[in-house]
């Protein structure tokens, strides 16, 4: 049973549009969730990490989890095509844990 | 922020040959680097995690004598790919954080894309 699951896409939305993104899991030990966004052949930037339940927010983005469905979420507001990048969520069970990773969703904004 | 520095960007060898990729934390000492290996459409695989003045641990199912790790320094993390074959064409990606507990505050290399012909 993989561990965690991701779309990989591609997604394809016009610029300004809201974009959500999820990632489901199934070990209920994870703790730590974490979004990167890798441009093509580049490394992965982190653009926000959580713990537990709840949200968070970061200018035009918000990472979201629930923990009780095992779900994490990353919404991009006002999309611009430089958001146009893969998406990997990534978890870990504790801090000193390794960090999983999705297989990672392309998104494409389209001007 | 915190920069992670990957050479080379791209290498195209020989099969047989070996191939080392280095990694330098720029601005602060990383006593701890990681290595990962990507493969097209696929997620980030741990292979290593680099240890300054120690043995790496390798991951299962990693061959560590196949891919040497060498953390000689605070700033600095070689893998070396020995007797390198097709299937190892991969991008490789390095990671380093500055110590502390919050590691998912990871800051990546550009990644090397080898090809072995």
């Known amino acids: 049973q993989k561990e965690v699951e991701q779309d990989p896409g591609p997604l394809s939305v016009p610029e300004g549009a809201i974009v959500s993104l999820n990632c489901t899991y199934s070990?209920?030990?994870?703790?730590?969730f974490m979004w990167y966004r890798q441009y093509s052949r580049k490394g992965p930037e982190l653009l926000m990490y959580?713990?537990?339940?709840g949200n968070k927010e970061d200018g035009r983005f918000t990472a979201q989890v629930d923990k009780s469905s095992k779900y994490i979420s990353l919404f991009i507001r006002d999309s611009q095509p430089s958001d146009s990048a893969t998406y990997l969520c990534?978890?870990?069970?504790?801090?000193?844990?390794?960090?999983?990773f999705g297989k990672g969703t392309r998104l494409h904004i389209l001007p | 922020g915190a920069v992670v520095s990957q050479h080379p960007s791209w290498v195209i060898c020989k099969s047989g040959t070996s191939v080392k990729i280095e990694c330098r934390s720029l601005?602060?000492?990383?006593?701890?680097m990681f290595w990962y290996r990507q493969f097209p459409k696929q997620s980030l695989m741990l292979m290593a995690t680099?240890?300054?003045?120690?043995?790496?641990?390798?991951e299962q199912g990693v061959e560590k004598d196949k891919f040497l790790i060498n953390h000689a320094s605070l700033t600095l993390s070689t893998l070396t790919v020995t007797s390198a074959h097709p299937e190892d064409s991969s991008f490789y990606i390095c990671?380093?954080?500055?110590?502390?507990?919050?590691?998912?505050?990871?800051?990546f290399g550009s990644g090397t894309q080898l090809s072995v012909l």
């Open positions: 990671s380093a954080h500055s110590g502390g507990r919050e590691n998912e505050k990871l800051f």
């Open positions: 070990n209920s030990a994870f703790q730590y």
């Open positions: 959580t713990y537990s339940s």
């Open positions: 990534a978890r870990k069970k504790n801090r000193d844990d390794k960090i999983i």
């Open positions: 601005d602060f000492q990383a006593t701890t």
């Open positions: 680099s240890n300054e003045g120690s043995k790496a641990t390798y």
